[in-house]
C-alpha cells in the first residue's frame, strides 16, 4: 500500500519581515526548508498575514522546492483598496509524486461594516477548496483583530477585543458550516490574535503587590498602572501601559514551555462544538524580539499569547492519521525556528499523515 501523504500546514504573520528584509528572511526560509526536508510532506500549505508590497519571499522557484512541480498562490494584492486590503497570502505546494489533487478556489472577506468602532486595517479570511485522494477539505486563511491597548485589555474578562474576535471567529465558522455547498472538513489557520485573558492573568501575577495608576496629565484617562513588590524596596513587578507590558519576571512565558499559563488562552474554547485543535506544547508564539541576537526573547509590548494557531472541525481532525504512541503519535503541532529570530511572530505549523479512503 502506498504510504499515506504528509501534510504541512503552516501560518505565519510576516509583518516584520517586510519590516527587516535581509537577515531575517533569510533566517526565515532556512528554517522553513529545513522542516520541509525534515517531514517530507507531499502538500504544503502556508498561510500568510501580513504580506506587504509585491516584493514578497520567491519560495516557489527556490531550488529546495523543486521536488514540488504544482503551486498556487493567492495573494490579496488590492493594496489600493484600503478599506478592504487584508494582506492575506496563500501559498499551496504539491509534490510531484502526489496524484488525484484538485483545487477550486474562493475567497471570501469580512463585510466591509464588520467593526463598525475600529479601523479596517487588514483583517479578513481567504479560502480556498481542495480534493485530495478523493477527500474534499476546505483550507482557510485567517487574521483576527489584536488587542489594541493592553490598558483596556485588562479591564474585562473577556475583554472587548476578545469578544469581537470571537463575534469574527463565529462569522467565518458559520460560512464554512452554513453554506449553500456542503459543508466539508476544514483546516483553519491563521494569527487569530488569541491572548491571554490579561484581567485574570494580572490578578495571578500581581499577587502580594501594591498597585499604582498614573492618569494622564490634566486628564482621568489612565496612562500606565505598576504593580510593586510589598517588601524588598517596592521593586516594580508589573507595569502596563497601551502599548507596554513589562513583566519582571518574564521567563515564565518560556518555562515548561509556558504550560502554567495555558489556562488563560480561553479564546477557543467557545467554540469546542466545532472546532479540535492538537496539544499545545510550544511557548506563546508572540512577540518576540525583532533583533536577529535575541531570538528567544519576548518585546515588552504585548502580554506574551499564542497568537497563531491551526484549528480543525472535528470531521478533519479524524484526518490526522496516529502511528505509534502518544508520545510519539507522527503528528507534530509546533513553531518553527524557536532558536531563531523570525520576526515577531515564531510561525507555527501542524505535520501529520493524511487519512484518506482506502486507509
Ligand atoms: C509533476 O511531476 C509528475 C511526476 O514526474 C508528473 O507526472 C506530472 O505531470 C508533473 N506535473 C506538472 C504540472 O508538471
Redesign the pocket.
Known sequence: MEPLPGVLLVTANVGSLFDNVGEIQTGWLHEFYMTVHRHKPKFIALHFQEVGGKDYMSIESSQEMKEY??SCVYVDNQFKAEDRFTALGSMYF?H??L?DVYQYDFTEKFPKNFWPDFKWSRKGFMRTRWNIHNQGLDLVNVHLFHDASNLIACTASPSVYSQNRRKALGYVMDRMLVTLDSPLPFFLFGDFNFRLDTLCLVEHLSTATDVHTVNKEDSNEVEKITWEEKDNDHKVVLHIEAKQFDYLHQAIFREDNGQALLKYDKEVAAFHDVVREEEILFPPSYPYSEDYTEPTQYMSTRCPAWCDRVLMSPSAHMFLHRSGNNEDSGVIYDTLGSNVCMGDHKPVFLFFALKTSGH
Open positions: 512541480n504544482r504539491i510531484s509524486t496524484k
